[in-house]
Antibody
């Protein structure tokens, strides 16, 4: 069965960087893309960005453009989200999710368990 | 950027009742790219409906989606205790961001 297992919780100081991993299993990794979504405390879901696991190209929400990197390691079926210059507003649970359909325009059918990133001095 | 506005913010109903949740887009969108998710505290979100009206695998038929243009609806035919959660619509077509609505909290009356 499809599984996405994310790395553990992180505590970072403002201005630091964090890298969250998402290891996929149960399917061919490069056949379905990965999206990252976050939820700040008490807030709703926020789309962060998307990466093609086949081509490696990506799209991000504008607010993250200068400080985000999404990558994949196809040899280990793992996707990574790196966020730099962290602010307290980045405190959130970060989810990775797999596309239901092939291609960029797809709903999200399978989700990781979430990784809590806390940014605090 | 297209904005999705969900209403009501909170819906208080009893098990067995029917729930109607609304998602309105700031401009006309293709129903091909409209999805609904259920989210419970401490869990990952769960895809319920995509293409506005197609139920995802394993989703009970009491969940149904409809709509077109700017107005979309998720209906839960007869509420079960496990249905009380937060529900989000999402637009996943065209240019990013693939926006979520702000959510509707369905709680027990």
């Amino acid at each position: 069965q499809v599984q996405l297992v994310q790395s553990g919780a992180e505590v970072k100081k403002p201005g630091a960087s964090v890298k969250v991993s998402c290891k996929a299993s149960g399917y061919i990794f490069t056949s379905y893309d990965i999206t990252w979504v976050r939820q700040a405390p008490g807030q709703g879901l926020e789309w962060v960005g998307w990466i093609s696991t086949y081509k490696g190209n990506s799209n991000f929400a504008l607010e993250f453009q200068d400080r985000i990197t999404m990558t994949t390691d196809t040899s280990t079926s793992t996707a990574f989200l790196e966020l730099r210059s962290l602010k307290s507003d980045d405190t959130a649970v970060y989810y990775c999710a797999r596309s239901l359909l092939r291609g960029e325009l797809s709903p999200l059918s399978d989700w990781g368990q979430g990784t809590l990133v806390t940014v605090s001095s | 950027e297209i904005v999705l506005t969900q209403s009501p913010g909170t819906l208080s109903l009893s098990p067995g009742e029917r729930a109607t949740l609304s998602c309105r887009a700031s401009q006309s969108v293709s129903s091909t790219y409209l999805a609904w998710y259920q989210h419970k505290p401490g869990q990952a979100p769960r895809l319920l409906v995509y293409r506005a009206s197609t139920r995802a695998t394993g989703i009970p038929d009491r969940f149904s989606g409809s709509g077109s243009g700017t107005d979309f609806t998720l209906t839960i035919g007869r509420l079960e205790p496990e249905d009380f959660a937060v529900y989000y619509c999402q637009l996943y077509g065209s240019s990013p961001p693939h926006t979520f609505g702000q959510g509707t909290k369905l709680d027990i009356k």
